[in-house]
């Protein structure tokens, strides 16, 4: 089967087409003819090898933990899917990903797409929903009538955390650029700061989450928005917690634990219209197309998510 693999880690020109041998599903296994994948900071981080001491995995590797297709073959225990079923899932990290035409996943962590939204939009969905899903719920604990302030609004994490607290009941503040404050009122969110003009620890007080998506700077001043008690999810890096201490609240860092029930619940929504995927930009399945898609990544200005269509 054709994939876009690396075989040493290095900068966007290390992707390259490749054939190599489709998988085979275990017995708890799907394979999944992929109709469309999604491009996240974490791959061009493992293409670097920034992450290979915690993932050492053997070359070549192909990148790529979202995908959505079609269910082609089911292993002996499993009961829940048919072939056929469109499907979509967040695989665990294996140096066998989705930037290609099968793989496979655990029967536990798919969950099938609602007729209403499509493999692309599906596809935008595992990592970056559950990512968002679980910093909320899971981690943050968010209730209605909280306040909380969502970092990076118009990025993937982002613009799902932004509809979903809103979903909970709660009051959403997000940070962005000009260009995109009308794009994230139109998600839900109740106020937008500018980040090119205002700093938003300047305008924002007493919150009882925020969810960094940035670190650095942004997660210091962002102990600064929080009221007593409050709660700080970082998807970025483990926060100071002699900080936290210091001002009475809990900060964590979050890295997705992939969940076939959470991604359903998330299908629930968006099969409801109470969730609508962002796709940013398309890119076609090919080792240039992966260079492109990395290259947008790595700018961390995308807008939604970065899809490839792998099979129309």
């Known amino acids: 089967m054709k994939a876009i693999v690396i075989d040493q880690y290095g900068d966007k020109e290390k992707l390259k087409e490749k054939e190599i041998v489709k998988p085979e599903p275990e017995s708890d296994e ?24 915690k993932y050492p995995f053997e070359f070549p590797i192909v990148l790529g933990w979202d995908a959505a297709g079609i269910v082609k073959e089911l292993g002996e225990e499993v009961e829940n899917f048919e072939k056929g079923d469109r499907v979509f899932v967040r695989p665990e990290l294996t140096n066998r990903g989705t930037y290609a035409e099968y793989t496979t996943a655990k029967a536990e962590l798919l969950a099938e797409i609602p007729e209403n939204i499509s493999f692309k939009e599906a596809a935008s969905v595992p990592l970056a929903g559950l990512t968002a899903y679980q910093c909320l719920q899971d981690v943050g604990k968010l209730e209605s009538n909280e306040k909380v302030l969502i970092h990076a609004g118009a990025g993937g994490v982002g613009s799902f955390a932004i509809q979903i607290a809103k979903n909970l009941g709660a009051y959403v503040a997000t940070t962005a650029s000009t260009k995109n404050i009308e794009f994230l009122e139109s998600l839900g969110a109740d106020e937008v700061i500018d980040y090119t003009k205002d700093d938003f620890d300047q305008k924002l007080e007493d919150y009882d989450l925020v969810v960094d998506t940035l670190g650095g700077e942004v997660q210091e001043k962002s102990f600064d928005v929080l009221k007593k008690g409050g709660r700080l999810v970082s998807i970025v890096k483990d926060p100071d917690q002699e900080k936290a201490e210091k001002l009475g609240v809990k900060a964590k860092f979050h890295w997705l634990i992939p969940d076939g029930e959470e991604l359903s619940a998330l299908a629930e929504m968006m099969e409801k219209e109470k969730v609508k995927p962002v796709v940013g930009t398309v890119f076609p399945f090919t080792a240039e197309g992966l260079k492109d898609a990395h290259e947008l990544s790595e700018t961390h200005h995308a807008r939604g998510k970065i899809v490839i269509e792998i099979d129309h």
Do not use: F, Q, S, T
Request: hydrophobic residues 50%; proline residues 4%; charged residues 30%.
């Open 30 to 53: 799907i394979l999944i003819k992929i109709k469309a994948a999604a491009v996240n900071p974490i791959d061009w981080k493992l293409r670097y090898g920034y992450l290979k001491e």
